[in-house]
């Protein structure tokens, strides 16, 4: 940004700044950046920034149908004391949209990161999400994304399952009229043609991200840092947390067995690309002065809560009694892991920990979970396909809504 003062005042300014901060590095001094104001940095980029975008290029207009190798380099600086060091750094995915996974997979495109420990790899639709990485004691950390060349496979397929009748929000995205609507690279259409066939979806190919990159010092900041172990950290009573790649409606294969680099000989068609496969994190929850307890329960809408088995689109959330949903020692695929969970409506149910199947709940019954157990924090497992441990079919992830629960209820 352009300044333009006296040098009165830029001595005052620098003058009353060392007095008030004398211990704190740049990123830890820097005023709140507006979205308008902060700065951007692309790939080959390398930047010592306290918050700004990484972006793809020539961001907002999609990357293309190309492949693409795209490294961004940030540097922490050199720390003035261990105060004033970088401990994390909080990704907050504005946009990041590339090409889904394959059977839970992410075969062609792939977001990963090079920092202190392990990190999920990523491919498909994330706006809206975020995560804490640990790089404390690091000079430099990379963000990387690598694309691979657009497989139209992936965004014309039919739609057997009824699946934009099954989900109002995709149903409301087709009923668009207009010839700028129908041009759109953000919303999928269905073309219906003979009536003997079934309807072909299309969506859209774009490809772009928009990544909101702060770094995190260990000591005074006005980003809260997450504890140890945590990928994921929300504030507040209430809130909604989704799985990667939750929101992502694409082709996704119909076969179990499906190659690469075969993908026209794979009966494909439209529906949920579903939860990635080999993930283990912990997500968090700020717990609340006051409270002492969490509730879960899913959103009521299709595939809310699908980690194993087969999703079923046309579920009925006005009935409690859920075919699929399983707890426990059951539970060895992908699951969820909350400490201490147990049903909010039965007594009799012993804590089990883990939950799994189409619905959250245990004994066939669709029933909020809650837990006392502190740090309020759960665990996301998936094993590596949709097929070794459990038949798995078009499984979403979760969507989750919880509150906290006052300490007076715990009694």
Request: net charge negative; charged share 20%.
């Amino acid at each position: 940004r352009m300044l333009s003062v006296t040098s009165t005042t830029v001595n005052t300014v620098l003058v009353f700044s060392v007095l008030l901060l004398p211990s704190c590095s740049n990123a830890e001094i820097a005023m709140p950046i507006s979205e308008k104001e902060m700065s951007s940095f692309t790939c080959g980029d390398t930047t010592s920034a306290g918050e700004f975008n990484f972006v793809s290029p020539a961001y907002p207009v999609s990357v293309g149908l190309n492949n693409l190798t795209c490294r961004l380099t940030i540097d922490h600086g050199c720390p003035l004391s261990e105060q004033s060091s970088v401990c994390q750094l909080r990704l907050d995915f504005s946009e990041m949209v590339i090409q889904p996974p394959l059977l839970g997979t992410c075969r062609f495109d792939k977001f990963y990161v090079n920092a202190n420990g392990r990190y999920p790899l990523l491919c498909g639709e994330n706006t809206d999400h975020h995560m804490y990485l640990d790089v404390a004691g690091r000079a430099t950390t990379d963000i990387n994304m690598m694309l691979s060349e657009l497989q139209m496979e992936l965004y014309e397929c039919p739609d057997k399952f009824g699946v934009f009748e099954a989900d109002p929000v995709l149903r409301t995205l087709t009923r668009r009229e207009s010839a700028a609507d129908r041009q759109s690279d953000k919303h999928p259409t269905v073309q219906l043609t003979n009536p003997d066939s079934l309807p072909k979806a299309t969506f859209p190919t774009r490809r772009a991200w928009k990544i909101k990159v702060t770094q995190v010092p260990c000591g005074c900041s006005e980003t809260p840092r997450a504890p140890d172990g945590c990928l994921q950290y929300f504030q507040g009573i209430s809130g909604a947390i989704k799985s990667f790649n939750y929101d992502h409606v694409g082709c996704f294969s119909n076969d179990h067995v499906c190659e690469a680099n075969k993908l026209e000989a794979c009966d494909i068609y439209a529906g949920y690309t579903g939860q990635l496969n080999n993930l283990d994190y912990t997500v968090c929850i700020q717990q609340e002065y006051g409270f002492c307890g969490t509730e879960y329960y899913q959103a009521s809408e299709p595939g809310s809560f699908t980690l194993t088995n087969s999703t079923d689109l046309n579920e009925n959330f006005q009935n409690v009694i859920a075919d699929g949903s399983d707890n426990g020692s059951s539970c060895n695929a992908d699951y969820i892991l909350l400490p201490g969970g147990h049903c909010k409506n039965d007594r009799t149910h012993y804590s089990t920990d883990r939950f799994c199947g189409n619905a959250l709940g245990v004994n066939g019954m669709r029933q909020p979970i809650i837990s006392y157990s502190r740090p309020f924090l759960f665990r996301v497992k998936t094993d590596s396909d949709e097929l070794t441990s459990s038949i798995d079919y078009m499984n979403r992830g979760f969507h989750l809504q919880y509150h906290q629960l006052p300490c007076s209820s715990s009694i």
